[in-house]
């Protein structure tokens, strides 16, 4: 069975963001990008399948421009066996990215798709939940769980939902989408960066997959959010109950 | 620091380069270089790069672009600025990132084949049975803070080469470990090294206050006399400027703080006024060599030699550094190409570096610094002296005075320094601060900043110099915290060091050692 992996690179978790002079989105000029995140502990349950013996392959797909290679190329230090780069300079919403990799499924007929919860920087928590819509295959979002049967041929997933813990038996072909806790992912080590410098990263176009991009969506106007305001110290209770009151607004 | 992008000869050498210092991982382009470049955006680089790339260096594209319009110099007392005349002569350098340039320089380095591995730290250097240098090892990953190995423990890897060339910048943890352990100093031109802090921001400011190429450098307040320093203030393309402050590191009462003294700083009438309606786009710090030619050691060491600030070519009435680091590592990498493919040794490179500008260009600046030790009016008569008059042909050398560390004066001996509290617009405390470096460093692992006796803080720092490491270091990693039983101890977060190096320097007792952490941690420095 073959997994497939999407990842996405992001500007980094640590890096200190600030929205451009024009309002029109966030500065990515000069700053540093890396996997998100949860595409990373995508990939790691994905790796782990893999070397369990349930799973003979791992394909990592990422779509952007030309400088979403370096992460590909992580993502085969990190174990991947080979990648697929979809070569696309703007931007990408996550129906166009869920109907990317539809076509991609109908390609290489993975037996598991594994996805990050939701990137750090749209924060959209969609594309999962999309491509499972448009394959028609069951879902398990949030997972902090996975464990396959091979003999079933299902996965039966540990949700983190807002009430606690869901458990969801899902049929294989399904789709998963990581959340924090469900591991720990490896580093890349030194020499499998240099071996993965030789690992195929196979280019396409969304043409090449006869995708037509077209966006429902466009950013109109991005701003930081409103300065947090100085506490203020009230010296009596009748003072706090008339700022709720008429400062606030909430009594 | 990278064994770096001097690398880039015509001759293609195969050369693997690792980061030194727990830098910025992947992507392979990312890398940022904390060394003394946090200071060094002045550049007369164009030299260096016309050497490396003679033919074609208006194609090269690189981020050079804003040509310096102006060179100002004040002397500041607390409320006026006097103007001087200005020692420099930037006529021709550009203002520029460094960590811009480096990135750009990096991608060049790959195309030639040049395989750059950020994110790992050579934590160890690697000899053979007679003592040689052969190579460097990472440090393990995924250890964690109480010493047990986590799930995703990756053992280090060595490196091993035929030539090691180390370039970690200003106090190399290796380098250091390597000239002590040959005796370079000793071997070299003899004194030992000096050092300063240099805390710098990235501000961007209203356009009608901007002037592309404008250089500023400042002298006097708010250090005192005794105390040598100074601030510079270099306009950037995209409303962008780069203001630091550089204290000496030698300076003698352990109540100062260099990081208040630039907020200070940045309130003079002078600057104020630039900055108010900015804001800051990033921060940093980072120590760097003022020993110049007195203190180059011995560079070359059996299996490798020692490049750049590591060695220390900086020339401090310049206040600069990166061209005669550049050189050096293009005058090391041509010997060891000799060395690789013609049998040369890698002494040569001594000779080589001795008969280059980089040698008759320090030699000219030797007495500048060490005339400061007799004060700053006397430093500004001697230094006018030396470069009106004797223009660098002095028949003397000044020797340098005490080690930094040794320079520290008893707590009980020297005022103490109230410093005003941060205003948020023009100065900010040093969480603020923190946050916009973008340095990170996986809480779980051991500090990276060792003590070589546990119990020295407590007993020496704390009792005889007030703990001057809670004062000196620019991210506030050691702080003095009250136990259960009410006592005074030493905690060192190390998750927020900057790597700038100043408490390996300036402990009193020499018993802070920095050494790498977990590779991947450190500063996101990206336009400073």
Not at chain 2, 485 to 511: E, F, V, Y
Request: a positive charge; glycine letters at 8%.
């Amino acid at each position: 069975m073959k997994i497939m992996v999407a990842i996405k690179r992001v500007i980094d978790y640590a890096v200190k963001i600030r929205v451009k002079p024009d309002k029109s989105g966030v500065e990515t000029n000069n700053v540093k990008m890396s996997m998100n995140p949860f595409c990373e502990i995508a990939l790691e349950e994905a790796l782990r399948i893999k070397e369990s013996g349930l799973a003979s392959e791992v394909i990592a797909v990422s779509m952007g421009p030309t400088q979403v290679v370096d992460t590909i190329r992580t993502g085969l230090a990190m174990g991947a066996d080979r990648a697929i780069h979809v070569d696309y300079p703007g931007t990408l919403y996550p129906l166009s990215v869920a109907k990317i990799l539809k076509a991609l499924v109908e390609i290489e007929k993975p037996g598991l798709i594994f996805l990050g919860k939701q990137a750090i920087d749209d924060d959209c928590n969609q594309t999962g939940q999309m491509i499972a819509g448009l394959l028609k295959w069951p879902q398990g979002t949030f997972a902090s769980k996975v464990v396959l049967d091979k003999e079933k041929q299902t996965a039966v997933v540990d949700r983190e939902v807002d009430g606690g813990l869901e458990t969801l038996c899902l049929d294989l072909p399904a789709v998963i989408t990581a959340d924090l806790r469900l591991n720990q992912p490896r580093y890349a080590t030194l020499p499998n960066i240099m071996k993965a410098k030789s690992k195929v990263i196979k280019k396409l176009t969304p043409e090449d997959l006869k995708v037509e991009i077209k966006s429902d969506i466009e950013v109109v106007k991005v701003t930081e959010p409103p300065k947090r305001k100085a506490g203020v110290l009230v010296s009596s209770v009748d003072e706090l109950i008339d700022k709720l009151k008429n400062e606030a607004r909430v009594v | 620091m990278l064994i770096c992008q001097f690398v880039l000869w015509r001759k293609v050498l195969k050369l693997v380069l690792i980061s030194c210092q727990g830098m910025c991982l992947s992507p392979v382009h990312w890398m940022n270089f904390s060394h003394s470049g946090n200071r060094k955006m002045l550049i007369s680089v164009k030299i260096s790069l016309t050497l490396s790339y003679p033919s074609n260096k208006k194609n090269l594209k690189a981020p050079i672009h804003v040509p310096v319009t102006s060179d100002k110099f004040l002397l500041l007392t607390k409320n006026h600025a006097l103007p001087l005349p200005s020692p420099f002569n930037n006529k021709g350098n550009y203002v520029i990132s460094l960590s811009e340039l480096v990135r750009w320089l990096g991608v060049k380095a790959e195309e030639l084949g040049v395989e750059i591995y950020p994110g790992f730290a050579a934590s160890e250097v690697l000899y053979d049975v007679d003592d040689k240098v052969i190579g460097v090892a990472t440090n393990d990953m995924g250890v964690a803070k109480d010493g047990t190995r986590k799930d995703n423990f990756q053992p280090g890897v060595e490196l091993k080469g035929k030539v090691t060339l180390l370039a970690e910048g200003c106090r190399g943890s290796l380098s250091e470990n390597v000239i002590s352990k040959y005796n370079l100093r000793d071997k070299g031109q003899g004194q030992h090294q000096t050092y300063a802090l240099g805390i710098k921001e990235v501000w961007e400011v209203s356009g009608d206050k901007h002037y592309p190429g404008l250089v500023l450098h400042t002298l006097g307040w708010p250090l005192d006399h005794k105390t040598y320093g100074g601030s510079f203030l270099y306009h950037m393309k995209d409303r962008q400027v780069a203001i630091g402050f550089v204290v000496a590191l030698n300076y003698q009462n352990p109540f100062l703080n260099p990081y208040e003294e630039f907020q200070k700083f940045k309130h003079h009438p002078a600057i104020r006024n630039l900055l108010e309606r900015g804001t800051v786009l990033q921060y940093g710090a980072r120590t760097l060599n003022e020993g110049g030619y007195q203190s180059i050691p011995y560079p070359v060491f059996p299996g490798g030699a020692i490049i750049g600030c590591s060695a220390g070519f900086l020339n401090v009435p310049k206040i600069k550094g990166t061209h005669t680091a550049m050189k050096s590592g293009m005058v090391a990498a041509e010997t060891a190409f000799g060395v690789l493919h013609e049998g040369f040794s890698m002494e040569a490179y001594w000779e080589k570096l001795i008969n280059s500008w980089i040698w008759r260009e320090l030699h000219a600046a030797r007495n500048f610094r060490p005339a400061f030790e007799y004060g700053l009016i006397p430093g500004l008569v001697l230094s006018a002296l030396e470069h009106y008059v004797m223009k660098g042909r002095s028949p003397w050398t000044l020797k340098h005075g005490k080690p930094d560390h040794e320079a520290t004066k008893e707590a009980r001996l020297c005022p103490r320094i109230e410093y005003p509290k941060p205003d948020g617009v023009l100065s900010f405390d040093v969480p603020t601060s923190l946050y916009r470096s973008n340095t990170n460093h996986d809480h779980d692992q051991p500090a990276h900043l060792r003590l070589r006796d546990p119990q020295i803080p407590e007993l020496v720092n704390l009792p005889i110099y007030d703990g001057p490491e809670s004062r000196y270091c620019p991210a506030h990693v050691y702080e003095y915290m009250p136990d259960e039983k009410g006592q005074l101890k030493l905690q060192i977060n190390a998750q927020n060091c900057l790597h700038c190096k100043a408490c390996d320097i300036k402990d009193p007792k020499q018993n802070i050692q920095w050494t790498v952490p977990e590779g991947g941690g450190g500063p996101g420095y990206s336009i400073m």
